[in-house]
């Protein structure tokens, strides 16, 4: 990605030159209904990536944990977000810390999508995905088993 120091909105939730990619190029089962963006990539040391997720109406993001933290602002509609052992109510302008090693998914609500800004370091570690013991310790916790998908 260039080094540009402004990328205009050519429509809402879209800047131009920025291509809407699919949410895991090696696709799966995991996630349902979602897109990604990447609107910045700092290729520096210590550099960070801006990325935009826009999940559609009963879409889902993968469950799943990292090394490294995610910073997110909720830009649009509603849903929930996995953080850990609680689930949390999302709303426009609501921020989300996700810390590292923590368990997380995010979902939109029945009947709008959720879009967010996710920033991340750039140099990071590919995701883990629970282990069948993984998901017995977290549906331990009604909430959870509830709201995860997977």
């Known amino acids: 990605m260039s080094q540009k120091t402004h990328t ?11 291509s809407v990619l ?26 960070v990536q801006l990325r935009y997720f826009e999940i559609a109406p009963g879409g889902h993001s993968t469950l799943e944990w990292h090394e ?12 929930r977000a996995l953080v850990g052992s609680r689930v949390h109510t999302l709303g426009t302008r609501d921020l989300v810390r996700v810390p590292p ?9 029945p009947r709008t999508a959720l879009g967010f800004l996710c ?14 013991a993984d998901l017995r310790r977290l549906r331990a916790h009604p909430a959870v088993r509830r709201f995860v998908r997977v």
Request: no cysteine.
């Open 8 to 18: 205009p909105q050519t429509r809402p939730f879209r800047w131009d030159g920025v």
């Open 22 to 47: 699919a949410y895991k190029p090696d696709g799966g089962t995991h996630f349902r209904d979602i897109t990604r963006q990447v609107l910045f990539d700092d290729a520096s040391p210590h550099g």
């Open 68 to 79: 490294h933290t995610h910073a997110v602002v909720v830009l649009r509609g509603r849903g």
């Open 101 to 109: 090693r923590t368990w997380h998914q995010f979902r939109a609500g």
């Open 119 to 132: 920033v991340v370091p750039t140099e990071r570690d590919k995701p883990r995905r629970p282990t069948p």
